[in-house]
């Protein structure tokens, strides 16, 4: 190998690293629902039923990568970034249910926007199943 080409082809590499890591870092950024958000009332709140039929929904869509318990643990999030919300951190748990109805409707790379994919009470639903995943 040519001798001459070794340090610029190490400085393109660690110069490409750089950029890798400065995109990934803008990825893990504090994700805010607008305020807009904070005015969406749970029209299902407090509905047991509702959240037992969240809890169905959760499993079969939600458990890969967020977790059985809901701690951003699921093997499907491993290699995700940003990583799946703990829906159990009190951050969380003090957003308002149309912040986070917002954000399961909206979606963020790499968390799938649900808007056309369930019904508005499905969503509803599993916000008041995620309520029960308090620590």
């Not at 400065?22 to 893990?28: C, D, I, L, M, T």
């Not at 807009?36 to 959760?58: E, F």
């Not at 703990?86 to 409707?105: P, R």
């Amino acid at each position: 190998m040519n001798k001459k080409r070794i340090l610029p082809n190490m400085m393109a590499i660690v110069a490409m690293g750089f950029l890798f890591v400065g995109f990934n870092s803008h990825a893990q950024e504090k994700w805010t629902a607008p305020s807009s958000a904070d005015n969406l009332v749970n029209p299902i709140k407090g509905d047991a039923g509702a959240a037992a039929s969240g809890k169905r929904t959760y499993r079969m869509l939600c458990v890969i990568c967020h977790g059985a318990k809901g701690k951003g643990d699921g093997m499907g999030g491993a290699g995700l970034t940003p990583k799946p919300t703990d829906f159990t951190d009190s951050d969380v748990q003090a957003q308002t249910d149309g912040a986070l109805y917002w954000k399961l409707t909206e979606g963020r790379s790499p968390m799938a926007s649900y808007k056309t994919a369930l019904p508005e009470k499905k969503r509803w639903e599993l916000i008041n199943y995620i309520r029960t995943l308090k620590k």
